[in-house]
């Protein structure tokens, strides 16, 4: 990180990628929440362009930010009930939650401090497009192929379902 700019953009990224996941699990607001992940989601992805992968990038966006937060809004506006009972119901156990959740941050703060980190990894020159498209069709062409067949037959299956209703 040798550019005070992306040294910048860096922090805040990170900044706003931890401020967003805790705020993903603390908040009550299940909508408030998926809109949080979403930041989220568009916070790692702006460090994949910071990393220069921008394939990655333009995966998370596409996939994570757009897809998967699109489906559990529906999922959430289709089932959430107006006025549930159990909304606000206080948990006995939220103290001793809490009290785990702090321990285990301690134990995964002790040991990333004990880590030796290497600054100033290389930048590879060659695209990362360029490579992943390499890599998936001759060094795992078969596995490749054979998530595309399963993707292909759970599509099926859903439209098979779907038109059984």
Request: charged share 10%.
């Amino acid at each position: 990180m040798n550019d005070p700019i992306v040294a910048v953009a860096f922090y805040v990224l990170a900044a706003v990628l931890i401020v967003s996941a805790v705020g993903v699990v603390m908040l009550r607001n299940i909508v408030h929440s998926a809109l949080l992940l979403a930041l989220t989601f568009l916070s790692v992805a702006g460090l994949f362009v910071l990393l220069n992968a921008d394939f990655l990038a333009a995966v998370q966006i596409l996939i994570y930010a757009g897809a998967v937060i699109i489906l559990l809004l529906f999922a959430i506006m289709l089932t959430q009930r107006a006025h549930s009972p159990w909304s606000n119901v206080p948990n006995s156990q939220a103290g001793m939650a809490g009290l785990v959740a702090v321990a285990l941050f301690a134990v995964m703060m002790m040991m990333l401090a004990r880590q030796s980190w290497r600054i100033g990894a290389e930048v590879p020159s060659q695209p990362s497009t360029q490579v992943l498209g390499e890599l998936l069709f001759k060094q795992y062409a078969l596995p490749f192929e054979i998530a595309s067949v399963l993707l292909l037959v759970a599509m099926i299956g859903a439209i098979v379902i779907a038109r059984e209703d």
